[in-house]
């Protein structure tokens, strides 16, 4: 191998798949790249770019069966040809030249065996070692990637390890053999940002350390400044723009590019609206919108104050002990109406506990909710059922709340039947398929079922059902975190509109500051069910007091150089 | 560990309690009077009033119930009505037979189906995995019964094979000569739903991501399958297992009545023909007994196979 030429180097590739309804799904359209020895390039794109099948093509993990690669595909690593290599070349070439780090570390690891295990059976497969060997190697590897007492988490099981331990554990596991090229496909993603930035950390610097060639994936351009050298976005499997880090950035070439740079919530720019992808597509160039202000002002009608709010758990131990953990401890504060109050924390905070508590989902330990002067928690069920379709939640999955056996307009009329809302059921129809219109959905989608959607039009159905109660809290809690940043804009934008239109009160819950900051007029941040600090939102992102919240604002992945008015340039 | 085998025990002697006071109930005002069983064609009242003092009837229903504690707490139920032996003996004598019986089969059983799901599994979709499947569908909608009468029909009477029906005192000519028959069609019985069961656990293992993990790591399909999958599969398979158990010492009431296995099977049967109510009694509480403490075995073997099982 002259040094000249790259350590891998994808042509043409192409990859379809078959689906069930025996129709063939173009996941690839003939990509071309090539990854450099110890560089690290990023492959950017949302779901459905086809940015993960090109990862999974390189290892050949797509499922043979229904999987075609095009003719003249090439896929060529230190000039092997990996598209015809045999399956014993593959396997010695996986794990050891290229390793690979998947989003979910917890679901990555096999639950039933120790961490160690797993490191040692890598490392005795590739590299011949004796258990006893392999076994003091596993414990330098924890070593190296940061996991605390490394000597006894050798012998923990996955679930013993918090979320980014296991990330750890897959990345000691990845470069335990020292491999040429380490494939990342959105390593972060499941991760608080605290912890985010810790990964992102040790990743630039074993790719340092080893040098290695990273291929990055993620879907969000943000974290890409932090260490990629060159930067491909992807959109629909092909590859809309690729360059050196710099210039993707300052000088986009493609609108999509710009979109995506622009759609992100910024945290010095609060645009009274969002830019969507469709905003870069159109012929007319893309005219920014005036900024909004936010923040509660003397005056502001409280519409639910919670004081001293708190929820504990109990869990049996021993023969006759019992041990007490306090989820929320002492949480008050007051949601104007029309406005937004944030609550940012990391997971465990007690942000989403706050939130259940409040629609009576857990019994309140102790506090006061005072909703329109009356407190909730102390009504009786049958007073409650009253005030229920008045505070409503949407949560964050929405593959998995709503009911898949439900149809569209199942779901959006039996909420209004149970709180007797519309008179007849031709009424209820009606205003069934007005809510869907107002959240950008045709009137036929009523018939259809929440799988025939998108995650993004999956949680405009959601939000459609709590409208149907015409509630006035809605309670968002990481309503938009599991959708691509774009759809996430668009859904952000449908909230800011409902709230101007029909003056909602949001209690918004979410771990990602730059969303909160943007949708929040008021913002509280929660660390271990307290809260630590509390104030409006441009004083407390531009003068934390709390060091926690410092922590946080640390954190956030900035982006390079500042994509926000570069792009639009 | 201890603390929560200790927890479990100690909860069962309400659940015993509970089954304790169901059948006393179900025999005193659904069983009718025993006396008049036991006095058979020619009795008369003093007969009756002289089983009845033997038997307790004659005391207070209380008093009846304490001496059914007493039966259950020394595990000493008493004399049949029909043959006159102890209930101990009885049931000790035919432990072994069923045993013999359902042991083999419960182990080749297991064997066969873990091995057949696991291969139908990982050629899922294939001709073999839906030749199998059509087998399985097949074979499960055919009643046991037809098959215990084809078998010894065809296999026994027919082409001679084996023995229609008997039973000796020798351990290996039972097990080389008499079992082999009641043996297979068992099997064909049991198999079809053990194998799609199995398959289906197998195969929502394959789709986890940790699968996908291997795979990269440049483990071979084998490894695996044989590996990783397997000892995950295993949770669901264990708990089917342990349910199943305690029927190991009930016996297989049907294969026994028909291959004329002396073993606890039948006896329930007879026992139930002649109203023999200290057997039925004896076998429904150690039947009881055993169902609660192969449920805490069952949750103990989790743990050893599912570090993320908490016993609580």
Redesign the interface.
Known sequence: MTPLSPLLSVRNLGVSFRMESGEHFQALKGISFDIAANRTVALVGESGSGKSVTAMAI?R?LPD?HTTIAAGSEILFEGRKLLQADRHT???????DI??I?Q?PM???????TVGDQII??LM??TGMRRKAARQRAIALLQEVGLPEPGRKVDA?P?QLSGGQQQRV?IA?AIACEPKLLIADEPTTALDVTIQQQILQLLAQLQKKHGMAVLFITHDLGLVGEFADEVIVMRHGEIREHGPLQQVFSQPQDAYTKALLNCRPQLDSRPARLAVIDDFLQDQPYQPPPQRARGYVPGDDIVLDVQGLCKSFE??E??FGKRVFHAVKDVSFQLARGKTLGIVGESGSGKTTVGLTLMRLHQASAGRALFNGQDILAMSPREFHACKRRIQIIFQNPYASLNPRFTVEEILLEPMVLHGIGHSHAERKQLAMALLERVGLPSRALQKYPHEFSGGQRQRIAIARCLTMKPDVLICDESVSALDVSVQAQVLNLLQDLQDECGLSYLFISHDLSVVKHISDQVMVMQQGQVVEQANADTLYAHPQHPYTRQLLAAIPQGWPHPGGVALA | MFAYILRRLWQMVPTLFGVMLLLFVLFNWVGGDPSYILAGKSFSADTLANIRHQLGLDQSLPQQFLIFVRQVLTLDFGISWSTQQPVAEILASRIGPSLTLALPMLLVSLLLSVIIAAIVAYVRGSLTDRIVTLICTLAMSVSALVYIIAGQYWLAHKLGWFPILGWSDSLATNLWYYIPLPLLLGLVVSLAPDIRFYRSCFIEEMGHDYVRTARAKGLSERTIMLKHVMRNALIPVVTSLMMSLPYLFLGALLLERFFGIPGMGNEVLNAVDRSDFPVIKAITIYVALATMLFNLLADIVYKLIDPRVQLK
Do not use: C, I, K, Q
Not at chain 1, 90 to 96: D, E, I, Y
Not at chain 1, 107 to 113: D, I, K
């Open positions: 290892m993990l069966h593959l396997r010695a070439l996986r794990g050891r390793a690979m998947f979910d679901s990555s690891l096999n639950p039933v065996f059976e890598t497969l590739h099981y679930h897959m596991m869990s049996r021993g023969l």
